[in-house]
């Protein structure tokens, strides 16, 4: 059972090493596919040989991109200079910290720095239709 728990968390260490935002699930997808050898090493067998556990995850991770996390955070017309704004009284708003546990407060503070963003274009106009 404690080799178990070794090997898997040697494997999601070297996953979260590569980027992996979803260690769990890509876990899910190769555990299977690596072992130990009788000196202790993990080594992942597939369809290509014995392959060392760091060069077949890296392979895997550059074949499955969906694993990393997004490039663009945030969407469509959505940069990274604009994931915090600053409110009009001097607090910011962190998107990431936005969260059903806020208080009302923070809650109001945040809608209103939404409604201040999204009824101005990059020019000061004001869209009249939201």
Do not use: C, W
Not at 60 to 76: C, D
Not at 103 to 123: A, F, M, W, Y
């Amino acid at each position: 059972m404690a080799e178990r728990a070794q090997r898997s968390t040697n494997i999601r260490t070297e996953l979260q090493k590569l980027g992996v935002a979803k260690v769990d699930l890509a876990y899910k997808a190769v555990q299977d596919g690596i072992v130990r050898t009788e000196d202790g090493r993990l080594i992942a067998r597939g369809e290509s040989g014995e392959q060392p556990l760091s060069e077949f995850l890296a392979g895997f991770v550059r074949e499955n991109p969906e694993f990393l996390p997004a490039r663009i955070a945030g969407g469509t017309g959505i940069t990274g200079t604009q994931k915090a704004a600053t409110h009009a009284n001097g607090g910011a708003v962190d998107l990431d910290k936005i969260n059903p546990s806020m208080s009302k407060e923070e809650l109001d503070r945040v809608r209103q720095e939404i409604l201040r963003v999204v009824t101005q274009t990059p020019r000061g106009a004001v869209i009249l239709a939201l």
